[in-house]
């Protein structure tokens, strides 16, 4: 049985990291007199336990009431949370090293759920002020996401080695002074200087590896001229990049590095940040863009006008893409955008604001006419905006689009995976250069519109509330679209990552009846593949995935007496949460599917006249390439939603850019550097609630949850709580009370209206990221698994969209 010494607590702690030293028997025996011998001896030989080496690692995550992440020390991994590493630090420090008191002080801090359990067991669970605590009252002020910039895939030629060796610089003013590598290739380093020393980006210095001569020969010449590439200043040093000039071709010490530096590698660790970075944007990316909810559109300069060429979708965009669309399905964004609109765009972006566009559709005898009319129009009448408003808000098709505009750098269009010419011999499809093709169209794409629509029930609630009594019918057809005979050509490109299927699917629609355990559905087939089937039903179906259904086709049926179509038995992949969408695979128990045998004939007859469902390049590298383009140049934060064992966490933020006002905003509430504090975002309990409770419901292909928060930031005001104020828009029931949260903001400091929308992600392509995951775990295997955890662990995005611009304008026209 393991002796209690609880009670020698005190006696313990002070003896801690004591055990070596010389005066220890006497003061312990001075500090223990009081105890029986065999107790004295008992006790001496527990704090000599605590003080011998350990070698065990702690994993806590799963333990303690806290978020845990690696922890790097004395080439141990350990898996802790913020108030265990202080414990951890604190302890070292006493014992001089990682002990069993280091193990056993980290494995029993006050959050841990075990001692939490004793401690409610023993009823001795009191409310008390300690480091806990405090870290508790600090986490509910600072919810800390530090900001990685999507598209930041800056590719390496050579590898770097870290390597730390004495160099002597002579300066450009021929000053010598000392330095010290950080790391080397063949045709660079990066070294610091001892003391802070005047040189400039461009400048040409002189180096002499003093490190390396002592040891090594590589010809007659020992100095080598650099050129200062880029200076970084980091906690008070100086580090400098440089690049090496060559004056000749056979060179004695780039062939010593290219041998040394292989040779080595291993040893002295290949600097991995640029591809850790580079890894952590693409699999963000790849998380983010399949569920944004504006259109980004890219437009073309043709005959001297501007039109929509290609636009951007997936599931989440879907809705707004096919709002554009006439009776016959044809795009009419054209009527969104023009060459007229998007000159009042560019005026508007200068001041940084966006274009609101309001739009109805009418339809008549069978067709649809688009109304449009954007804020600086309806600005040149005062008189004719409410009612314009009014009578737009009467019509269950009206909507309030946010137009901002992009220019389009085609430089933007590559996504080359770091070290290149270490990795691209294997993985060369996924490095593969622009095409002339593609680079040909995108030189004539100047700009990228991205439409986001802003209606929901309130907005549309409110701008009803206009009268449009005796409106002037005149002055209403001005803002109406002519149909267009040969609209221009409009093609949709879908934002696909991960292409699951392993067999072709086209677009057919066909009514069909599923049965399950007596009880039929009818519905209409969506899709086919020669394996797969989508079904959307009539009415919700009481059905789970795995389950096996019939499915007959009535009308299929009818043109085919070599094929029975009734009955075939398929499986339900997946179904959604309204219960009406089913995904089926087809169910073979002993003998050939007929109705896979129908399809394969049906497809093989009719290739030439099915359409084919997927996002297939209409030309190879189009889609990557426009993808690319849009990562670098969205402005929209996504933040990531992880799994923490049983919770979640949000603590990555990201956009191509950090320069935006509510982002600036958030990073000013931050008290880490590279941080922004998510507290006006994630303390309300209902933004708990949305990632808590709403996404454990989520699907990877239902729409995505939404909520729209108020937020109030005074300037000049220390304390986040007190600093910030953020209400749901559900909260203020009123249009006078939403205008005077505004008023009260504004007077005090800044006002956001921000609308998030959560969706559930699907699975990442390891295929698109194992080349540089696999680079990395084959230098630093800990900090591989590590990485490719964190990117199993995501769970959701929440794309959070600035509608200030909007909410202020309707709420100054609500008076």
């Known amino acids: 049985m393991t002796k209690d010494f609880s009670q020698h607590a005190k006696i313990i702690e002070r003896f801690r990291g004591e055990v070596k030293q010389a005066d220890f028997e006497a003061s312990f ?21 605590l003080a011998q080496p350990c070698t065990r690692l702690i994993d806590l995550r799963g333990h ?80 800390p996401a530090k900001f990685v910039a999507l598209g930041d895939f800056h590719n390496r030629q050579e590898e770097r080695m870290n390597f730390a060796i ?34 400039a980006v461009g400048d040409v210095i002189k180096l002499e590896f003093t490190g390396l001569s002592q040891e090594f020969q590589f010809g007659s010449q020992s100095v080598f001229e650099y050129q200062v590439k880029n200076i970084a200043l980091e906690d008070k040093i100086q580090l400098i990049g440089a690049q090496r000039i060559l004056d000749k071709e056979k060179d004695g010490f780039k062939q010593f590095l290219k041998g040394f530096i292989q040779g080595n590698k291993r040893r002295y660790k290949i600097n991995l940040d640029n591809t850790i970075a580079a890894l952590k944007s693409r699999s963000l990316e790849q998380f983010a863009l399949p569920k944004i909810n504006e259109l980004p559109v890219f437009v073309e300069a043709k005959d001297g006008k501007f039109v929509p060429r290609f636009a951007l979708t997936c599931n989440n965009n879907q809705a707004v893409y096919q709002y554009w669309q006439n ?76 137009l901002s505009i992009i220019a389009v750098d085609k430089h933007k269009a590559t996504a080359p995976l770091t070290l290149a010419n270490t990795l691209a011999k294997k993985d060369a499809y996924l490095d593969m250069p622009i095409s002339e093709e593609v680079q040909g169209l995108l030189s004539g794409l100047p700009y990228i519109v991205v439409a986001t629509d802003v209606t929901n029930k309130q907005v549309h609630a409110d701008y009803a509330q206009f009268s449009f009594e005796n409106i002037a019918t005149s002055k209403l057809k001005a803002f109406g679209h002519k149909r267009l005979v040969s609209p221009p050509l409009m093609d949709e490109v879908g934002v696909n990552y991960r292409n699951q299927r392993q067999e072709p699917r086209f677009v057919y629609k066909t009514p069909v009846e599923v049965e399950a355990e007596g009880v039929t559905w009818t519905g209409e087939a969506q899709d086919f593949s020669v394996s797969g089937l989508k079904v959307h039903l009539d009415k919700s179906a009481v059905l789970t995935k795995g389950e096996i259904v019939n499915i007959s086709f009535p009308n299929l049926q009818k043109i085919t007496s070599s094929f029975n179509l009734t009955s075939l038995p398929y499986e339900v992949m997946r179904i959604n949460q309204k219960k009406n969408i089913l995904n089926l695979r087809v169910h073979v128990e002993r003998h050939q599917h007929i109705g896979r045998a129908f399809f394969k004939v049906l497809i093989e007859k009719n290739r030439e006249k099915l359409k084919k469902d997927e996002y297939a390049d209409m ?70 609630n949305l990632i808590n409770v709403t996404l454990k419901k989520l699907q990877a292909s239902d729409a995505p949850a939404s909520e729209t928060l108020f937020i109030a930031i005074k300037h000049d005001v220390e304390f986040v709580d007190k600093a910030v104020t953020a209400k749901l ?19 005090s400091g800044e006002f956001y209206c921000v609308r998030i929308k959560l969706s559930r992600t699907a699975e990442p392509d390891m295929e698109h990221l194992n080349p540089e995951l696999s680079y990395i775990s084959s230098y630093a ?11 199993w662990s995501v769970a959701g995005v929440m794309q959070c969209v600035d509608i200030t611009q909007e909410v202020i304008y309707r709420h100054k026209l609500l008076g």
């Not at 790391?183 to 380093?189: K, L, N, Q, T, W």
């Not at 030309?619 to 990557?624: E, F, T």
């Not at 009370?737 to 009260?744: C, Q």
């Not at 295997?781 to 990117?791: C, L, Y």
């Open 29 to 49: 025996l001075s500090a223990t007199k009081s105890l029986a011998k065999t107790e004295r001896f008992l006790l001496k030989m527990e704090i000599k336990r």
């Open 64 to 143: 303690v009431d806290g978020d845990c992440k690696a922890f790097d020390d004395d080439n141990r991994t350990h898996y802790l949370d913020d108030l265990a590493i202080k414990v951890y630090q604190e302890s070292v420090n006493a014992y001089g090293a990682y002990t069993f008191g280091v193990y056993e002080a980290v494995n029993n801090t006050d959050n841990n759920f075990r001692v939490i359990y004793q401690r409610e067991k023993a009823g001795k669970l009191t409310p008390a002020v300690n480091s806990a605590d405090s870290l508790k009252v600090q986490e509910k002020l600072h919810y």
């Open 166 to 199: 004495p160099v002597i610089a002579t300066l450009a003013n021929e000053q010598r002074s000392e330095a010290t590598s950080s790391d080397i290739s063949i045709s660079g380093v990066k070294f610091r200087f001892n003391e802070m020393q005047k040189v």
């Open 327 to 402: 009776e016959a399905k044809q795009s009419t964004l054209f009527n969104l955008i023009d060459s007229d609109r998007i000159e009042r765009m560019l005026r508007a972006d200068k001041s940084g604001h966006s274009l609101l566009v309001y739009s109805f559709v009418h339809q008549s005898q069978g067709r649809s006419y688009f109304y449009t009319a954007d804020e600086n129009q309806l600005a040149q009448d005062d008189a004719f905006i409410k009612p314009f408003l009014g009578f737009a808000a009467s019509k269950p098709t009206f909507a309030v689009t946010m």
């Open 619 to 688: 030309i190879p590298g189009l889609a990557k390439a426009l993808r690319a383009i849009y990562a670098k140049s969205t402005s929209v934060p996504s933040l990531y939603v992880q799994t923490s064992g049983s919770r979640y966490k949000v603590e990555t933020l990201a956009a191509s850019s950090e320069q935006t006002p509510f982002l600036n905003r958030l990073k000013h509430l931050s008290d880490r550097p590279r941080h922004h504090n998510l507290y006006p975002l994630l303390h309300h309990p209902e933004a708990a």
């Open 729 to 747: 828009a559900s909260e203020l029931d009123s249009p006078k009370l939403k205008k005077l949260f505004i008023a009260n903001a504004q007077k």
């Open 781 to 791: 295997i800990h900090r591989g698994k590590q990485i490719e955890q964190e990117i």
